[in-house]
């Protein structure tokens, strides 16, 4: 799926004799009309200490040449399944494995977007078990090379092509949905992104929100009407900061709420502004709005349906996102996301009238019992509207001798449909319910082909499937009320 437009490729290379082509230009007259690609990538979770021996290593050396230190590891394989000791989320060779098959897809894409969660579960525990040390600061120095290591690495893979990151839930010092806003952590990771998206942002306004809140809005390398809006959707999480983490930190809800609310106010006014100057706008982030079908799914709650609703975001949150959704959908083109580590998407609205919609990218670690993937995206570079995708996937890593990756299905020839839209993806959504082939694809896409560590069954299919398409808890157990009875 890779497209080449030749005039356009002829016309950049003309314009390369006259200008130095580090980077992709933002002018005007260099919008190209034609459908191009980008790289979408999720849920990498890099784990340094799947080889604890190595630990003492990488600390004193530079991240640079990390690569030199995991080339001593006697671990082989491209790695687990869910939890198997030290060695789980992505390790060295499936990571290197991934960057091979995106450059494989897509050597020259015009941006990448990660989606969060750059570092591994429990990486703070991890680190003191393994570096034997309960300093803070040489905790929090580790945590940046490794992140330095992740997107370097990126870079070095697809020099001269932006970078779009979000921050996750485990991207933090003090452990889980556990980032200060600000903090010390958006102080010292802001270089590492600012560098990546050097000509498409407003440095200084770059600093302000990031360092504050770990948001910021870039604009497309290819268009300046397409602007992409990174959230700290972290932040607006059930989860976010409920107890003392591990920087000995207690909850400030007082707080909480303030940066929640300037997160908010900023959204609103920079929405408001791509609308006045006819702007498409892409969010991403990484968790999304919306139902967690998986945590909502009560197997003994006959009562309700076998349901429990339980939202993603603060319920308040969650309303108030859905309204600014809602009120700037003729200018949001896109969403894109992560976190539940399953290729997915979500109708925002689309048991009625959609206005949005999010696609989830599928994430590299398999610790959740997923295949390893990532997305292969077309998009109209000036509608900003995205056409289509190919998601690639790793199968087998358990047993796999050299790396496994297919391309796992395109959107369009598994589905139908000539492009990404709410009412696009509403036809997808609900040719569920009466296309068995179709419902099958979904749940076998869902994780990425792993049909023997499938999540969805028919047991919780309709908690599922309503999660798809309603985003607020009476709408949803009343799809799932619905389904139950045969209605």
């Known amino acids: 799926?890779?497209?080449?437009?030749?005039?356009?490729?002829?016309?950049?290379?003309?314009?390369?004799?006259?200008?130095?082509?580090?980077?992709?230009?933002?002018?005007?007259?260099?919008?190209?009309?034609?459908?191009?690609?980008?790289?979408?990538?999720?849920?990498?979770?890099?784990?340094?200490?799947?080889?604890?021996?190595?630990?003492?290593?990488?600390?004193?050396?530079?991240?640079?040449?990390?690569?030199?230190?995991?080339?001593?590891?006697?671990?082989?394989?491209?790695?687990?399944?869910?939890?198997?000791?030290?060695?789980?989320?992505?390790?060295?060779?499936?990571?290197?494995?991934?960057?091979?098959?995106?450059?494989?897809?897509?050597?020259?894409?015009?941006?990448?977007?990660?989606?969060?969660?750059?570092?591994?579960?429990?990486?703070?525990?991890?680190?003191?078990?393994?570096?034997?040390?309960?300093?803070?600061?040489?905790?929090?120095?580790?945590?940046?090379?490794?992140?330095?290591?992740?997107?370097?690495?990126?870079?070095?893979?697809?020099?001269?092509?932006?970078?779009?990151?979000?921050?996750?839930?485990?991207?933090?010092?003090?452990?889980?949905?556990?980032?200060?806003?600000?903090?010390?952590?958006?102080?010292?990771?802001a270089p590492i992104w600012q560098k990546h998206l050097s000509g498409l942002i407003d440095p200084t306004a770059f600093n302000t929100t990031y360092k504050k809140g770990g948001y910021y809005i870039a604009e497309s390398p290819v268009n300046k009407k397409h602007k992409v809006i990174s959230l700290n959707t972290v932040m607006l999480s059930q989860k976010y900061m409920k107890n003392q983490n591990f920087c000995g930190q207690v909850p400030d809800p007082a707080a909480n709420k303030a940066s929640a609310e300037a997160q908010f106010t900023w959204l609103k006014n920079q929405l408001a502004k791509a609308k006045q100057n006819q702007e498409k706008v892409w969010l991403m982030y990484h968790i999304p709005p919306g139902l967690n079908a998986f945590s909502s799914y009560v197997s003994t709650d006959t009562a309700n349906c076998y349901t429990d609703p339980y939202y993603y975001y603060q319920e308040a949150y969650n309303e108030r996102f859905l309204a600014l959704v809602d009120s700037f959908q003729t200018t949001i083109a896109a969403q894109l996301g992560g976190h539940t580590h399953m290729d997915n998407f979500i109708v925002i609205n689309g048991d009625k009238n959609p206005n949005s919609f999010v696609h989830i990218s599928p994430a590299i670690s398999p610790v959740y019992y997923n295949n390893p993937g990532f997305l292969e995206y077309t998009y109209d570079t000036q509608a900003a509207m995205l056409k289509d995708y190919t998601v690639h996937g790793f199968e087998n890593i358990e047993t796999a001798k050299t790396p496994n990756w297919v391309d796992e299905y395109t959107f369009s020839s598994t589905y139908g449909q000539s492009e990404l839209t709410p009412q696009s993806l509403k036809v997808v959504y609900e040719s569920f319910k009466t296309n068995a082939s179709a419902k099958q694809h979904y749940i076998d896409y869902y994780v990425v082909e792993d049909t023997v560590n499938s999540s969805i069954d028919d047991a919780n299919w309709p908690n599922y499937y309503c999660a798809f398409g309603n985003q607020t808890a009476a709408e949803y157990k009343a799809c799932v009320c619905g389904m139950r009875s045969g209605n």
């Open 1 to 189: 799926m890779k497209n080449f437009n030749f005039l356009s490729g002829l016309l950049a290379l003309a314009l390369c004799a006259f200008s130095a082509c580090s980077q992709k230009s933002t002018s005007e007259e260099d919008v190209k009309t034609a459908v191009n690609n980008f790289l979408s990538i999720s849920d990498i979770h890099f784990n340094p200490f799947y080889d604890p021996s190595l630990t003492a290593d990488l600390e004193k050396t530079d991240a640079a040449a990390w690569d030199t230190v995991f080339a001593k590891s006697k671990i082989d394989g491209y790695g687990y399944y869910g939890w198997k000791g030290a060695f789980y989320d992505t390790g060295y060779k499936l990571f290197k494995s991934a960057l091979a098959e995106m450059k494989s897809a897509n050597s020259n894409p015009d941006f990448i977007t990660i989606n969060g969660d750059f570092l591994a579960h429990s990486f703070e525990s991890n680190f003191q078990t393994f570096a034997h040390t309960m300093d803070t600061a040489a905790l929090h120095n580790f945590v940046i090379k490794t992140l330095d290591y992740i997107v370097n690495s990126i870079a070095e893979s697809f020099p001269n092509t932006t970078l779009f990151p979000t921050l996750g839930n485990n991207d933090s010092f003090c452990g889980d949905y556990e980032v200060q806003t600000p903090g010390s952590f958006l102080t010292r990771s």
